[in-house]
Antibody, heavy 122, light 112 residues
Framework: QVQLVQSGAEVKKPGASVKVSCKASGYTFVGYYLHWVRKAPGQGLEWMGRIGPNNGDTASAQKFQGRVLMTTEKSSDTAYMDLSRLRSDDTAVYYC???????????????WGQGTLVTVSS | DIVMTQSPLSLPVTPGEPASISCRSSESLLHRNGFNYLDWYLQKPGQSPQLLIYLGSKRASGVPDRFSASGSGTDFTLKISRVEADDVGVYYCMQALQTVFTFGPGTTVEIK
């Protein structure tokens, strides 16, 4: 079936980097944009950015620019989100999500990964 | 960035009764193609978010027809015709018009 499977939980120290993977299966990987969304404890959902697996097109929220790197590996149908210079307020569950939309509408996140808990603590 | 607001932020509901959540955007979400670039999501406790509505009013696959959405421009509404116990969780609207997407703060729906 169509699914996104993410890598396991991570514990990092402030200043370190984390790389979360998101492996797609059951559909044509290059045919859909992938988005990254996080949820910090006690906070709402926060959109981080997106990547088009076919062309590598990326966009990210301003607060993450310079710290986030989104990539894809077409040979393994896997997307990656690399967040650097971690701070304690980066502690959150990170989700990848497939965008059902296409063309100029890249919303409608119809498939979500199970989430990856990243804990930043000294 | 477009700022999304929701009201109420907390909504106690009675099973079998209707419920309604409002979402407003700081700029119009109406694309020149006539669609509103607004989605609704529900995050149930302990689960990943799930898509309920996209393009303002289109129900996602598998979503019960007691969920409906309406609105255009800057004002949108999600309605549940008859709330069920399984509908508890946090409901979010999200704009997908600009390059940078933004979510509303969320509305927590709980059973009275």
């Amino acid at each position: 079936q169509v699914q996104l499977v993410q890598s396991g939980a991570e514990v990092k120290k402030p200043g370190a980097s984390v790389k979360v993977s998101c492996k797609a299966s059951g559909y044509t990987f290059v045919g859909y944009y992938l988005h990254w969304v996080r949820k910090a404890p006690g906070q709402g959902l926060e959109w981080m950015g997106r990547i088009g697996p076919n062309n590598g097109d990326t966009a990210s929220a301003q607060k993450f620019q310079g710290r986030v790197l989104m990539t894809t590996e077409k040979s393994s149908d896997t997307a990656y989100m690399d967040l650097s210079r971690l701070r304690s307020d980066d502690t959150a569950v990170y989700y990848c999500a497939r965008a059902y939309g296409s063309g100029n509408f890249l919303g409608a996140f119809d498939i979500w990964g199970q989430g990856t808990l990243v804990t930043v603590s000294s | 960035d477009i700022v999304m607001t929701q009201s109420p932020l907390s909504l106690p509901v009675t099973p079998g009764e209707p419920a309604s959540i409002s979402c407003r955007s700081s700029e119009s979400l109406l694309h020149r193609n006539g669609f509103n670039y607004l989605d609704w999501y529900l995050q149930k406790p302990g689960q990943s978010p799930q898509l309920l509505i996209y393009l303002g009013s289109k129900r996602a696959s598998g979503v019960p027809d007691r969920f409906s959405a309406s609105g255009s421009g800057t004002d949108f509404t999600l309605k549940i015709s008859r709330v069920e116990a399984d509908d508890v969780g946090v409901y979010y609207c999200m704009q997908a018009l600009q390059t940078v997407f933004t979510f509303g703060p969320g509305t927590t729906v709980e059973i009275k």
